[in-house]
């Protein structure tokens, strides 16, 4: 039998947005060997691709309840990957949507939180942030338009959504993502508060200056031996380079009176 943390937390969920680090944190977590296999197994608003994704057969279900039913549970057993804790990466994107499922089988829990504990057992919130929304937003932009979000430290591709193209400069396209990565933390901060929950708060700054000591920090969080931290290879290379300092510089040297630009007074 799995024995449960100490803490009593039988999950954790990444509450977070896109190129915030959150790739980064999931392999980590996910090397100890304690921490389950987080990824972002509800991506899309659609249980059918749910399914989909988690290799289950494209079977009928008596009703909406037993499918969900059966796309969480078979969510939760690889999440868990063995480690008697589930871990989840939730994109703020596709919040909205998951939880109305999660009220569908959970229609006696008034709260979010209840109805996440009802599913998933006591839940540890992780909220991770990138506080340069600027640099979020010319890397998520960048990605979009070359098709290549993750590559390994090698150089070997990870995740590529598209053909290879050349990224051109967009100053409105940028601006729009500014606002909307904005808007991600502030609709989680304001879930958290109306929840009444304190997460566990990592940083892509600390994140990505030294990794060892944030897993390590999340690993006792979760009532794991912090020690199985030491000596991960890192899993993902940055995908910053010349194009995205040029852009941001572009782009600050463009709205050098717009107040609500990162980095400027």
């Not at 999440?79 to 990466?89: E, N, P």
């Amino acid at each position: 039998m799995t024995m449960q943390p100490e803490t009593g937390y039988q999950a954790f969920v990444i509450c977070t947005s896109p190129r915030s680090g959150s790739t980064l944190l999931c392999k980590l977590l996910a090397a100890t060997g304690q921490a389950g296999d987080p990824r972002s197994y509800f991506h899309n608003a659609d249980v059918g691709d749910w399914q989909r994704s988690l290799g289950l057969d494209e079977t009928s279900f008596a009703n909406e309840k037993e499918q969900l039913t059966t796309v969480l549970e078979t969510a939760r057993n690889k999440g868990t990957a063995g480690s008697g804790i589930f871990g989840l990466r939730l994109q703020r994107k596709s919040f909205d949507y998951f939880v109305r499922q999660l009220a569908i089988l959970c229609p006696g829990r008034e709260t979010h939180s209840g109805r996440f504990e009802a599913v998933f057992g006591k839940t540890l919130f992780i909220h991770l942030t990138r506080s340069d929304k600027l640099a979020q937003a010319v890397s998520f932009v960048k990605a979009s338009q070359t098709g290549l979000w993750h590559k390994a430290p090698d150089g070997t591709e990870l995740e590529r959504l598209a053909p290879p193209r050349e990224p051109n400069y967009d100053a409105a396209l940028i601006r729009e993502h500014v606002d909307l990565m904005t808007a991600y933390d502030l609709a989680w901060a304001d879930w958290f508060k109306a929840e009444n929950i304190m997460p566990l708060r990592i940083t892509y700054d600390d994140l990505s200056r030294d990794p060892e000591t944030v897993i390590e920090e999340t690993l006792v969080r979760i009532g794991r031996d912090p020690a199985h931290a030491k000596n991960i290879d890192l899993p993902v290379a940055r995908l910053s380079d010349g194009v995205n300092r040029a852009w941001i510089e572009r782009f600050r040297s463009e709205t050098q009176s717009d107040p609500d630009i990162p980095g400027h007074d």
